[in-house]
Structures are given as C-alpha cells and as structure tokens.
Nanobody
C-alpha cells in the first residue's frame, strides 16, 4: 500500500518562498509519476505541477509557471515543490499524488494515491 506524507506547509507573506516535500513509501517510487495539486476553500482541486518517473519531464499550471519548480529525489523517495514569489491566491491545501505511470498527466481522476495535504497560507 502506497503512503504519501506531505510536509513543509505554513504561513508566509506574499513574495516569500516555501518548499513542500512529499515522502513516498510502500512501493517502488520510480514506477510512479508524481504531482502536486491544491484546493482552496470552496473550489475544486486543481493541478499545480507534475513530474515523470525520472524527472526529465515536468508539467506546470500556467498560474505557477516560472515561479514553482517540481523535482524528485529517487534515492530518498521524495518529491518536492519549490514555490517562489508566493501570492495570496496561492492559499490552499496542497496535496501530492502518485500515478503508476512513466508519464505525468494533469487530471486528478487519473491518480492512484493521495497524501493528506498540507496547508499553505499566503498573507498579503
């Protein structure tokens, strides 16, 4: 059984940076594409960024392109989301998700496993 545990969320000011981590356990990490989604109150869960199994392909939502960077360390079974120049509209619960696939996709319905989420609050 795959388990995903997010960490690194918190309260920051607009313009600050923050790095989230997602620790994976239970299966072979390299068999999974990894993505980050976020969900603000009253809104649906939205794709933020994704990375394929070996890190050579990444996808980003237009709203974060150029400010966020997704990466993974297959020796540590961990995926990361480096968030820079944070904006108040980035306030949300951030979830990591894993998909048994060599390619990364944007659709939340495609993902097999989810973490419990970590809150990120950006004050103006």
């Amino acid at each position: 059984q795959v388990q995903l545990v997010e960490s690194g969320g918190g309260l920051v000011q607009a313009g600050d940076s923050l790095t989230l981590a997602c620790t994976f356990s239970g299966r072979s990490f390299v068999s999974y594409a990894m993505s980050w989604f976020r969900q603000a109150p009253g809104e649906e869960r939205k794709f933020v960024a994704g990375i394929n199994w070996n890190g050579d392909t990444t996808l980003y939502a237009d709203s974060v392109k150029g400010r966020f960077t997704i990466s993974r360390d297959n020796t540590k079974n961990t995926a990361y989301l480096r968030m820079s120049t944070l904006k108040p509209e980035g306030t949300a619960v951030y979830y990591c998700a894993a998909l048994v696939s060599v390619v990364v996709v944007r659709g939340a319905d495609e993902y097999d496993y989810w973490g419990q989420g970590t809150q990120v609050t950006v004050s103006s």
